[in-house]
């Protein structure tokens, strides 16, 4: 009698941060998905110990955002803080909290892994690679080697995420550009490819999509996305700043944390300057889930002007709430757009997106065309979502 897998998750980052950036707010949405699967058990890696350990009581209240904590300490560059010291606490108090469970794999048991893998867990699943359980990653975005110029530290971390991932029997890429950078990076560090799936990431939020109508009228204008280079803050305020200095009235809410302390100064900085100018413009760096639903309620559209991404994440958060997008048709965001809802620009010129813009505050039969166009779209559940992944991991055969 076949016994049954067990899946196994890593949900470290979810467990360093109650931030909800996109990989985070994903392993929260697999683990909160997986908890109503039977054997299932979230793992947390300690680099100390070069193991998986379980999670304890501390992990899951982040994992599950049980409680509310201030994010004050952590609203600065969140990418760059060792915000989970306990691990060393718990690493040298309690030993039998290490797995070490590798040696107990069965063929059926499946280890998925929707981390960055920057640290030393490409040593260990090098090495795992050998056992007969079916090791299955994620691929989010090559974006720190694409872009190398926005931080070198970056650039090697993210090489370091790609070579790991070769380790693996399966990879899932978030989109098709991301499988394509995957490709095209293994190839030149000369590493042998493995087998590659594109799984498009579903819609984050639990239960059945809210019912929704055009809020044209309210003209606002919303944008998701951390504080960094290529989300394209700045081009985006200048934007903003030629249709207030035209007359236009409406209002702009940016919700994210910093993230590199350069740019992210001088974002903060030129918002500060346009408020000043008394233009109607917010800056937010964490807002809780009901207010995040109640932002995508509240606004006209969303703005996602990022230049590069492995997904685009909020452009779905967008569409499912009703918003039509104004985003660019490049690689993955392309990929997105192409399905309607979303009024597709070249981000790279201020000019472009600045017109993007006027026409939804301006064209109301224009913003409902997209609106009906989110209307026929389908959006992909979890439950369908895990479906295709388990097909494709049941044909994993190792030798």
Same mark, same amino acid.
């Given at each position: ?201 579903? @819609?984050?939020?639990?239960? &059945?999509?809210?019912? +929704?109508? !055009?809020?044209?009228? /309210?003209? %606002? =204008? $919303?944008? @998701?996305?951390?504080?960094? &280079?290529?989300?394209? +803050?700045? !081009?985006?305020?200048? /934007?903003? %700043? =030629? $249709? ?156």
């Amino acid at each position: 009698m076949k016994s049954v897998p067990q899946i196994y998750l890593d949900v470290t980052s979810a467990c360093q941060s109650p931030l909800n950036t996109g990989v985070r707010r994903m392993q929260r949405a697999l683990h909160d998905w997986l908890s109503l699967q039977h054997s299932y058990t979230p793992v947390y890696w300690q680099s100390i110990r070069c193991d998986y350990r379980r999670i304890v009581v501390e992990d899951r209240n982040i994992l599950e955002r049980v409680s509310s904590p201030n994010l004050r300490g952590l609203a600065l560059y969140d990418s760059f803080l060792p915000v989970h010291l306990p691990d060393l606490w718990h690493a040298g108090r309690d030993a039998s909290l290490s797995l070490g469970w590798q040696r107990g794999w069965k063929e059926e048991d499946i280890v998925l892994v929707p981390d960055l893998l920057w640290d030393n867990r490409g040593t260990f699943f090098k090495k795992a690679g050998e056992t007969p359980a079916r090791l299955v990653g994620v691929f989010h975005d090559a974006i720190g080697l694409r872009r190398p110029g926005q931080s070198r530290i970056d650039a090697a971390l993210c090489a370091r995420g790609v070579k790991a991932l070769a380790s693996f029997d399966l990879v899932l890429c978030i989109s098709r550009e991301a499988e394509e950078d995957l490709h095209f990076f293994w190839k030149k560090f000369g590493l042998k490819p493995t087998i590659t799936h594109v799984a498009p990431w579903p @819609v984050p939020f639990p239960g &059945k999509q809210p019912e +929704h109508q !055009p809020h044209f009228q /309210a003209r %606002e =204008l $919303l944008y @998701v996305a951390r504080l960094e &280079k290529h989300k394209n +803050h700045m !081009p985006l305020l200048e /934007a903003c %700043e =030629l $249709l207030w200095r035209e007359g236009r009235q409406f209002r702009l809410r940016l919700i994210g944390c910093n993230a590199y302390p350069v740019y992210s100064r001088r974002v903060r900085k030129r918002v500060q300057a346009l408020q000043g100018d008394g233009r109607d413009l917010t800056l937010q760096a964490h807002v809780s889930e009901e207010a995040l639903h109640a932002a995508y309620r509240q606004c006209s559209f969303t703005v996602f002007p990022s230049l590069l991404e492995g997904f685009g994440l909020p452009v779905i958060e967008s569409l499912w709430h009703g918003r039509p997008v104004v985003c660019g048709s490049n690689g993955a965001l392309g990929e997105i757009a192409e399905s309607g809802g979303c009024e597709r620009v070249d981000t790279r010129d201020t000019q472009s997106l600045a017109a993007a813009i006027r026409l939804l505050l301006e064209d109301e039969n224009h913003y409902k065309k997209l609106y009906e166009e989110i209307r026929n779209r389908s959006f992909r559940s979890w439950s369908s979502y895990w479906d295709n992944v388990m097909t494709v991991i049941n044909r994993i055969r190792k030798n």
